[in-house]
């Protein structure tokens, strides 16, 4: 059975950094993109960043470009999402998601996305 499991989310103050961690389960990375989404309370699910199949080629939202890095660990079948000058509009609920057949790129679109993880919460607050 296929699975995402998100971690690493908490609380952390502006300006911090967190690391949030996508285990994947079921399947291997290698010919699935792998996309990071966030809602904040109230807003819809807007998409942050992705990685594709090839690990070759990533893309990330405007709003979080030269602050947030995307890797992965095929060994451990996960995906990383690296997050530093963290602000509070960054508060959100995050997840990631898992679109098959997509090895050479990737779209930070949610409704390219077919398999999903619960969530993780970050918080950016003093």
């Known amino acids: 059975q296929l699975q995402l499991v998100e971690s690493g989310g908490g609380l952390v103050q502006p300006g911090g950094s967190l690391r949030l961690s996508c285990a994947a389960s079921?399947?291997?990375?290698?010919?699935?993109?792998v996309g990071w989404f966030r809602q904040a309370p109230g807003k819809e699910r807007e998409g942050v960043s992705c990685?594709?199949?090839?690990?070759?080629?990533?893309n990330f939202a405007d709003s979080v470009k030269g602050r947030f890095t995307i890797t992965r660990d095929l060994a451990k079948n996960t995906v990383y999402l690296q997050m530093i000058s963290l602000k509070p509009d960054d508060t959100a609920i995050y997840y990631c998601?898992?679109?098959?057949?997509?090895?050479?790129?990737?779209?930070?679109?949610?409704?390219?996305?077919?398999?999903w993880g619960q969530g993780t919460q970050v918080t950016v607050s003093s």
């Open positions: 998601a898992a679109r098959p057949k997509a090895f050479r790129s990737c779209v930070i679109d949610r409704n390219e996305y077919e398999y």
């Open positions: 990685i594709s199949g090839s690990g070759g080629s990533t």
């Open positions: 079921g399947f291997t990375l290698d010919y699935y993109a």
